[in-house]
């Protein structure tokens, strides 16, 4: 079956602009997470939806925003960005909240 | 919190063995390992349950001690396929909160 989708891939973005990130889980999963990777940090928790709501949230600015769709794909949106923002975003996708986990390869954002 | 994972980093030479930690300041119910090689999506390794129960795809051995709150990843007779950074989960509100890596390079 087909595996976690992200797009895109790679952006590039500059200080003061948002982004906005897709992610289309594996068929059936209702669980879709979402964690910001910079080297040395590993992977930092953003939020979870379940069948478009949202159950969790990391700690992270109100810049960062996701949402679900009725069909279980996810976005994420980042507003205002800033040098820092740069990282690895990772979406994964489960049955349920503990279960196994199936990662997307991820959209690689850089600001400039 | 996060889980503290360690070592940092381990080099080894293929068949050797090698342990890496995860320990967390909190009670643990769960344990979730996860493999992430150069360039590539973390792939799930397995799930260490309170109680002993474990679920895993690989033939990678690990170990849960729920008094210590800590789990233990045993890469036994390792091979090059074995190097990439491992993160450990545990569950913190309902949610994976994951430790920084131990990253793994298995060298022939």
């Known amino acids: 079956k087909a595996g976690v989708t992200q797009t895109p891939r790679y952006l590039i973005k500059t200080r003061g602009q948002q982004v906005t990130l897709s992610c289309s889980p594996i068929?059936?999963?209702?669980?879709v997470s979402w964690y910001q990777q910079t080297p040395g940090q590993g992977l930092q928790f953003l939020f979870e939806?379940?069948?478009?709501?949202?159950?969790n949230k990391g700690n992270f600015p109100g810049r960062f925003s996701g949402r679900q769709f009725s069909n279980s794909r996810s976005e994420m949106n980042v507003s205002t960005l800033e040098l820092g923002d740069s990282a690895l975003y990772l979406c994964?996708?489960?049955?349920?909240?503990?279960?196994?986990?199936?990662f997307g390869e991820g959209s690689r954002l850089t600001v400039l | 919190q996060q889980p503290v994972q360690s070592p940092q980093a381990v080099i080894l030479r293929e068949g050797e063995d090698a342990v890496i930690n995860c320990s967390s300041s909190?009670?643990?119910?769960?344990v979730h390992w996860y493999r992430q090689k150069h360039g590539e999506a973390p792939v799930f390794l397995m799930i260490?349950?309170?109680?002993?129960e474990q679920k895993g795809h690989e033939k990678i051995s690990a170990s849960f001690n729920e008094k210590k709150q800590q789990s233990s990843l045993y890469l036994t007779a390792s091979q090059l396929s074995y190097s990439g950074t491992y993160f450990c989960?545990?569950?913190?509100?309902?949610?994976?909160?994951f430790g920084k890596g131990n990253q793994v390079v298995v060298i022939p």
């Open positions: 260490l349950l309170k109680g002993g």
């Open positions: 989960g545990t569950d913190l509100n309902n949610r994976l909160a």
């Open positions: 068929s059936g999963h209702r669980s």
């Open positions: 939806y379940f069948s478009e709501t949202q159950r």
């Open positions: 994964a996708s489960s049955l349920d909240t503990t279960g196994e986990l199936f």
């Open positions: 909190k009670a643990l119910y769960s």
